[in-house]
């Protein structure tokens, strides 16, 4: 039962550079979010998925881009990071109806120097 | 927009202690509320899902009540253990599945 992992777990890059930080889930689950957790602001969410090729912008999405080809992956894309995506991400999941708990990744920390 | 306020933002006690964790939100349009525990450098744990319908859920010494209409929910821990050190977190549920957050009360039980 892998579950839901996340890649890289830590991460160091420059300014203006693209990232991208994957998120695979083993469940089949058709919901799928990125979070990001920062001091002072909690856990905020930047995008999510209902299913494949069908995503939405969550709070802060500025500055990130999402894709989901395939139900089991959902990585994230920092297009030119700034100094401001500094943060933990979480990738979390959970299947369709409302009474399913979200399962989260072990969050990856990514540091924009 | 949803907001999600949890008190204590910290909170200190001996071990065996019973104690009380409260969360609210301002809308009551939810589906249903979780409580989640995180360690440090960790991710997110499940604790408790309670439903929109439900009043309370249980779980080992955890306890989890739901009153929707006043849009509070607390967090019950019985006989509390240093291993229950950790940020406990309240989630509510929005109708496009996605969790809104409070910011955390961090728990410490002292041996």
């Known amino acids: 039962d892998a579950g839901i992992t996340q890649s890289p777990r830590y991460k160091i890059t420059e300014t203006g550079r693209q990232v991208t930080l994957m998120c695979h889930q083993t469940w089949s689950h058709s919901y799928m979010f990125w979070y990001r957790q920062d001091l002072g602001h909690g856990l905020r969410l930047i995008y999510y998925?209902?299913?494949?090729?069908?995503?939405d912008k969550g709070e802060v999405p500025d500055g990130y881009v999402v894709s989901r080809s395939k139900t089991e992956n959902f990585p994230l894309t920092l297009e030119s990071a700034t100094r401001s995506q500094t943060s933990v991400y979480f990738c979390a999941s959970t299947r369709s109806g409302t009474g399913n708990t979200i399962y989260f990744g072990e969050g990856s920390w990514l540091t924009v120097v | 927009k949803q907001e999600v306020t949890q008190i204590p933002a910290a909170l200190s006690v001996p071990e065996g202690e019973n104690l009380v964790l409260n969360c609210s939100f301002t809308d009551s349009a939810i589906y249903n509320l979780q409580w989640f525990r995180q360690d440090p450098g960790k991710g997110l744990t499940s604790l408790l899902l309670?439903?929109?319908?439900?009043r309370e859920q249980t779980s080992g010494r955890l306890n989890a009540s739901l009153d929707k209409s006043s849009g509070r929910s607390t967090l019950y821990i019985a006989a509390s253990q240093p291993g229950d050190s950790a940020t406990y977190l309240c989630a509510v549920m929005g109708s496009a599945r996605q969790l809104t957050f409070g910011s955390g009360t961090q728990l410490t039980v002292l041996p």
């Open positions: 309670i439903q929109s319908s439900q």
């Open positions: 998925s209902a299913a494949a090729d069908i995503t």
